[in-house]
């Protein structure tokens, strides 16, 4: 048993050591709203001050283990095989409290507010002047699923489970409804023939 | 009777709120079990505000646990009623609100007793609302203990004062050392003058005077294991409720909480209620009797819900 104050970064984030990268960023998330000051009834079991402190170490482990670097050096480090490890600098949040109202989708996308098909995404990207790059950087999602989702290149689209992920970290960051997102999307691609389990 | 001995399980609800759909949930899985075969007994331990007769559209139960508690009849097997469920029993709760809200422990403990010598495949006993020491006896005697919560502020408060009470009473009940009982009595105020804020602190302080006590603490703790189930969900963030919970819980108690399921919203729920028939007989094919299925096959089989890929 250990407190969180001695848990290392899989525990803090409640994964198993070989967890993949995907399991990595939901586990990070839904930590995230757990222990965010809006979590109801929390402040039964913990003070204002320690949930600061449980989710500054939950933005830390997540620095580290999303990136398949530090990730690694981290690793030789718990084997006693490293004595110090780099924790990458909290990036500038680019997404925090974004939400686009309807009166700025149409705005966006020329009268419209939606489908949210790739180009649609693409177009509401540009209109927040955000560089497909800071995207990439911001939802851990590479450069080249970015343009497959923009451009509904069905062949060469991840396969769901990551597709559904990657496409609510990029509703995320455009402050879209990501179920919306991921429910039109999907239903446009399947139409196309989209069919990757 | 006595016979063949078979295995017995004894399960209890509670979740410190009132009006969350305990007695509810209790009859459904009791008649969720009926239909996998299993002989159930149902025990209305809300002393105080039983109200599961009415569920399962009983009215005037002829027999009740007051029967029992005033010795009135003599063995626990005499109050049970039957249901028009086959092979579904009920204890009917005492319906005599000033003298059985507080039962004394030797009544408490009798009624204990007893109910671990039913005939049954299974034992669901209905907790009050409340985190009041017999709710938390109740719970902590049941082999598994079961909290519901539904997704309101409230009830989640409720939820985590309760599972705080169930907590430092078990660990209490565990020794019989006065000086280890005053430090765990006194850690249960935060504002506690010996600045034991977390249950951590708490075992470090029971080491520190008793080694072996402390291991045993810490070993009970590992293999508590609540399980919770989340009532009333209308969406899926609401379904997620019940994973923060299971955080919460091991950040801060150090303990593993099986997150079992949850049940939909389900308007079906209010008529069947209304109606007084219980829901997997009057709408058994609705989403929330598909929900407390799910969750029987969980109770019986062990297992919980995982964080979906999604």
């Known amino acids: 048993m250990k407190t969180w104050r001695d848990q290392n970064y899989y525990e803090i984030l409640e994964v198993d050591p070989q967890a993949t990268d995907e399991e990595i960023r939901i586990a990070y998330e839904k930590l995230k709203t757990t222990y965010s000051p809006s979590s109801p009834g929390i402040y039964a079991l913990f003070t204002p001050q320690e949930m600061k402190e449980i989710l500054a170490k939950v933005e830390e482990a997540y620095r580290v283990l999303s990136n398949p670097r530090n990730r690694n050096e981290y690793d030789l480090m718990l084997r006693g095989e490293k004595t110090e490890v780099t924790i990458p600098a909290p990036a500038p949040a680019i997404s925090l409290h974004r939400h686009l109202g309807p009166a700025e989708l149409r705005e966006a996308l020329g009268g419209e507010e939606g489908p949210f098909s790739g180009e649609n995404l693409r177009k509401i990207r540009e209109y927040l002047s955000l560089e497909a790059d800071e995207v990439a950087r911001e939802t851990k999602i590479g450069r080249n699923n970015l343009s497959s989702i923009e451009e509904e290149d069905i062949n060469s689209l991840p396969a769901l489970v990551y597709l559904k992920g990657f496409l609510k970290a990029y509703a995320k960051v455009l402050g879209l409804d990501p179920y919306k997102v991921i429910e039109d999307y999907l239903a446009r691609i399947t139409r196309k023939g989209y069919q990757r389990e | ?246 955080s919460a819980c091991r950040k801060y108690f150090g303990i593993e909480l099986s997150y079992l399921g949850y049940i939909f919203y389900d308007h079906n729920v209010y008529l069947s209620i209304q109606k007084g028939r219980p829901l997997l007989l009057n709408h058994p094919t609705s989403d929330a009797a598909r929900c407390i299925r799910d969750i029987t096959s969980k109770l019986i089989n062990g297992g919980e819900l995982s964080w979906s890929l999604r």
């Open chain 2, 1 to 246: 009777m006595y016979g063949e001995k078979r295995e017995k399980n004894i399960w209890a609800i509670g979740g410190g709120k009132g009006g969350i759909g305990k007695s509810f949930v209790v009859a459904n899985l009791g008649i969720a079990l009926c239909e996998r075969g299993k002989e159930v007994i149902l025990v209305d331990a809300d002393l105080g505000g039983a109200n599961l007769h009415t569920l399962l559209g009983i009215t005037y139960p002829t027999i009740t646990l007051d029967d029992f508690i005033r010795k009135e009849v003599r063995n626990i097997e005499d109050v049970l009623v039957e249901t028009e469920v086959p092979h579904l029993k009920l204890i009917s709760g005492s319906l005599d609100i000033l003298t059985m809200s507080n039962p004394k422990y030797t009544q408490k403990q009798r009624v204990i007793r007893h109910i671990y010598s039913l005939d049954a495949d299974y034992i669901i006993i209905d907790l009050g609302a409340g985190s009041s020491y017999h709710v938390l006896d109740f719970f902590l005697v049941s082999e598994r203990g079961i909290f519901l919560i539904t997704p309101e502020p409230t009830s989640l408060e409720n939820a985590y004062r309760f599972l705080k009470g169930v907590f430092f009473r078990k660990l209490r009940n565990l020794t019989s050392q006065y000086e280890v009982k005053k430090i765990i009595e006194l850690a249960m105020d935060r504002g506690n003058p010996e600045g034991i804020k977390t249950p951590f602190d708490l075992l470090e302080r029971v080491e520190g005077i008793d080694r072996e006590m402390g291991a045993l603490l810490k070993e009970e703790i590992r293999r508590f294991r609540p399980q919770l189930i989340v009532n009333q969900v209308r969406n899926r963030a609401e379904a997620e409720i019940g994973f923060f919970v299971k």
